[in-house]
């Protein structure tokens, strides 16, 4: 049973399961009896205890399947295969899963027992789990209809349940979280390990080519990350400095001094621009920001890198425009009119009001604006990677051309890399530091919202 049949089956059965239970609840409604509920919360409450064992067995059945297959199918393997590495077995194992599934054609010599077996368990594995999941269903029905009575709280009962599964997906996001920082942390320790972490963020060269066989020469590798350091903080700067004040004086217009069909058409048309994918602002940057800037350095007797750091800023700046605009218009509209109608009582002009009131009362959204801004300016890869180049020069010019740490993350994990070696790992440790970056930015800016925000009564 495929996925796409067994969701439908799914939805029948809570749909199915709802209306017998709203029905019957009807029915003893109907027949005289005074229930605790209405009875569509007796069919929500059925339905859940029908269909929620259902989901959570059909999650367990999926997470622990792929384990369980592969070992019975590592059980079938020829012995020589068996005897090998762990790449050769999982590498086994994957060609007879894929043979099974009809991906490959050709069944290599000695491995024809272990596909049959393969396919024969997948036959059974349906039938099992079809069968599993409906003496669940049908357990979970038989539980509830039990307990059916017309005094039971099916209304309280549904809340909390519903409680239950509103905390179970707040702590879904928080372990993803939590996951994906391990997983960094963890991939970072091995790196530091090979790698000294004072090279790391204080030396000023980045090589990470290392050579594959022992006759290769060349110099060893080297991974001083301040080259990609200082070329991130550039390009987001320049960036920042494009778009915070056209963003925020753009928001400042359309909230404060446009008419209402000004602002209609030229905030859905400023808003076009977060909907580019960063791939066309990188063709945008190649082929035409970065040549203008290089012509205009030539005339002015000034040279200018063909991929500089200022023409990637000034296109990723125009591409994080709408971010701080938008949400800046929104927290300006959100405050109070009447903080503007005091403010004009009191013989302010509309700039006063403006600079002294309005701003102010929105100075912690503006703030988050500019940080998610700059949090989308460090993280941006495609126009870096496309217009700014990967060579990890340390300079100050921004006509010059330089690299970023998510270009360098794309450039290191590109390709059949080995995770054991620190070219690979060393992705991983830029990532981290990006993460402990956006971490010290949002306390920061938490910091001063704190210090700087007007309070009204």
Not at 4 to 29: E, H, M, W
Not at 169 to 194: D, K, P, Q, R
């Amino acid at each position: 049973m495929n996925d796409s049949t067994l969701f439908i089956v799914i939805v029948l059965t809570f749909i199915g399961v709802y209306r017998l239970g709203r029905n019957r609840a009807q029915a003893l409604a109907m027949a005289g009896t005074r229930l605790h509920s209405l009875p569509s919360h007796y069919g929500v409450l059925l339905a859940m205890w029908a269909g929620l064992p259902v989901l959570i067995t059909l999650l367990l059945w999926r997470l622990l399947e792929p384990t369980l297959v592969d070992a019975m199918i590592l059980r079938q393997l020829p012995e020589t295969v068996r005897a090998g590495s762990d790449a050769q077995v999982q590498l086994a194992i994957s060609m007879v899963r894929n043979i099974a599934a009809g991906a490959a054609l050709a069944t290599p010599d000695g491995f024809e027992s272990s596909v049959s077996h393969v396919i024969a368990l997948q036959a059974r594995m349906v039938l099992l789990q079809a069968g599993v999941l409906l003496a669940v269903a049908l357990f979970g029905l038989a539980v509830c209809w039990y307990r059916f009575t017309p005094n039971q709280a099916a209304r309280t009962d549904v809340e909390r349940m519903v409680r239950v599964l509103l905390l179970c997906s707040s702590a879904v996001a928080v372990l993803t979280t939590v996951g994906i920082l391990a997983s960094v942390l963890y991939e970072s320790w091995l790196f530091f390990g090979m790698v000294s972490p004072l090279e790391f963020l204080f030396g000023t060269h980045w090589s990470p080519q290392i050579s594959l066989r022992d006759e290769q020469t060349g110099s060893s590798a080297s991974f001083g990350a301040v080259p990609l350091f200082a070329g991130t903080l550039m390009i987001a700067m320049i960036a920042m400095l494009i778009a915070v004040p056209v963003g925020l004086m753009a928001a400042i217009y359309l909230s404060e001094y446009a008419t209402d069909s000004v602002r209609n058409m030229a905030k859905p048309t400023l808003e076009v621009l977060a909907g580019i994918p960063s791939i066309v602002y990188g063709f945008f940057a190649l082929l035409t920001v970065a040549p203008l800037i290089r012509e205009l350095g030539t005339a002015l007797g000034v040279s200018v890198s063909s991929a500089s750091a200022l023409a990637v800023g000034v296109v990723m700046g125009i591409m994080i425009i709408p971010f701080i605009s938008s949400l800046s218009d929104d927290v300006l509209n959100a405050v109070p009119q009447s903080l503007r109608d005091g403010s004009d009582a009191l013989g302010a002009t509309r700039n006063e009001t403006i600079r002294q009131v309005v701003v102010p009362a929105a100075l912690p959204g503006i703030v988050a604006a500019i940080m998610l801004a700059f949090s989308r300016a460090i993280g941006e890869t495609m126009i870096v990677t496309m217009a700014a180049g990967m060579v990890a020069n340390l300079s100050a010019n921004p006509l010059d051309s330089v690299t970023t740490v998510t270009a360098q993350m794309v450039s290191l994990l590109v390709g059949d890399q080995a995770f054991d070696s620190p070219k690979t790992l060393a992705a991983f440790a830029l990532g981290l530091v990006l993460f402990i970056t956006t971490l010290a930015l949002n306390y920061v800016a938490v910091n001063m919202v704190k210090k700087y925000r007007e309070h009204y009564d």
